[in-house]
Structure formats: C-alpha cells, structure tokens
C-alpha cells in the first residue's frame, strides 16, 4: 500500500535559522506530492505541490520542497524561519484512485 | 460568507448518541470529502463524494454514514458514537479529483465521546 512517512514528530528551531521537514513516500511512479501547513485551531492550506517537470518546487510564505526519486523524498526547507511558521507541517501524495495520503506530521516550534 | 465551513466547531456527546457534522462549501465544487485527524496517524479519509447523491467509501468509512442531498452540503453522521471516534473532523473539497485539483479544508470539528 502506498505511504507517506515524516520521520520527526517535533522540530524545534530558533527563529531565523533555517528548516528542513522531511517527508518519505513509497510509490512506483511519480506520485503528485503536497505540503500543507495546519495552524492551530485552523484547518489545513496548501503550501506547495509538485507534479513534474522542475524538482525544485517553491510555495507560498517562503517554502520550497525538492522531489529526489532517488531517495523517495520530497523534503520541505525554508531559509529563515520566522515565529509564525510554528505550526503542523503535512506531506501528502495522491495514491493510484487520485485521493490524498497524509503523513502522521510534524510540528514545528519556533525559539525566539 | 465565501468558503468552506463546518458546524460544530466542538461537540461533546456520549457514546450510543446519533451525532452529526455539517460541512457547508459555497463554491459550488464537485467533489467533497471527510477526513478525521488522530495523533499519530495524519489525516485519513472517511467518505468522499463526487457529486450530489454520489458517495463512496474511504480509508476508515465504519461506523460512518453520509449524504449528499445538495452539491454545498455533505454531513457526517456517526449513527451510534463509539470512544475511538473521539477526534477532530475536517471538512474538504475541490473541482475535481486529480493531483491537480487543490483541496481546500474547513476549520475542523473537535469531538469528544464520553
């Protein structure tokens, strides 16, 4: 069955540094693969998505993902962190009847 | 207002009871979704429904039940609630189903069975 792993939990970072969120899928082909960030108390938005073509993919707020096939990744960076970011962070890819597949999560925590 | 929204944001009940979400979209998108969010286990898809009157199954459909009587509403209902539906419910929808369709969710419910 396909699956979408986030090996951390929690990450805390201090605000300013740089982040990296890792994401893990299990698929044959090239699946079509999603972020989404989860405020809380809110629902989930779209940070970014990937479908073909250009590896390095960039979203909104600063976000960008990069698709590695090698590695089944597609891993989500952000070069300054700021407070606000502090979050849940969901990687998804869309399995074979086209539906969404979430990983377990992780949430960020911001240093000041 | 514009968007997707659930009623209620928070629900305590007890278990045996009939409980029912509400999901309200005014986009007028085909496609509507239902989703519980559980520590640990992401998002998982309940039910899903392509258009009025077309429902189908999703991950973890038992114990679930759901209509499409109008193409902006999609309740969830749990006919008779169990502790294991304790969760936060949330709410989606789209144009259609591919990759290249973005979802958009609601603000979820919290639900809690005693």
């Known amino acids: 069955a396909q699956s979408v792993t986030q090996p951390d939990i929690h990450i805390t970072v201090s605000e300013g540094a740089s982040l990296e969120l890792r994401c893990n899928y299990s698929?044959?082909?090239?699946?079509?693969l999603f972020w989404y960030v989860q405020s809380p108390g809110q629902g989930l938005q779209l940070l970014l998505k990937?479908?073909?073509?250009?590896?390095l993919v960039q979203g909104i707020k600063g976000f960008e993902a990069e698709f590695k096939r090698s590695q089944s990744s597609f891993n989500l960076r952000k070069p300054s962190v700021h407070w606000s970011d502090a979050a849940e962070y969901f990687c998804?890819?869309?399995?074979?009847?086209?539906?969404?597949?979430f990983g377990s999560g992780t949430r960020l925590l911001v240093r000041p | 207002d514009a968007g997707i929204t659930q009623s209620p944001r928070y629900k305590i009940t007890e278990t045996g009871r009939q409980v029912t979400l509400m999901c309200h979209q005014t986009?007028?998108?085909?496609?509507m979704f239902w989703y519980r969010q559980d520590l640990g286990h992401g998002l998982r898809l309940i039910y899903y429904?392509?258009?009025?009157?077309?429902?189908d199954k999703g991950e973890v459909p038992d114990g679930y039940v759901v209509s499409r009587s109008k193409t902006e509403n999609f309740p969830l209902t749990l006919e008779s609630a169990t502790r294991s539906q304790t969760s936060v419910y949330f709410c989606?929808?789209?144009?259609?189903?591919?990759?290249?369709?973005?979802?958009?969710f609601g603000p979820g419910t919290r639900l809690t069975v005693l």
């Open positions: 429904s392509a258009a009025a009157d077309i429902t």
């Open positions: 998804a890819s869309e399995d074979s009847s086209y539906k969404l597949i």
């Open positions: 698929y044959g082909a090239t699946p079509y």
């Open positions: 989606a929808s789209s144009v259609g189903l591919a990759g290249n369709n973005e979802q958009f």
């Open positions: 990937y479908f073909s073509g250009d590896t």
């Open positions: 986009w007028s998108h085909s496609y």
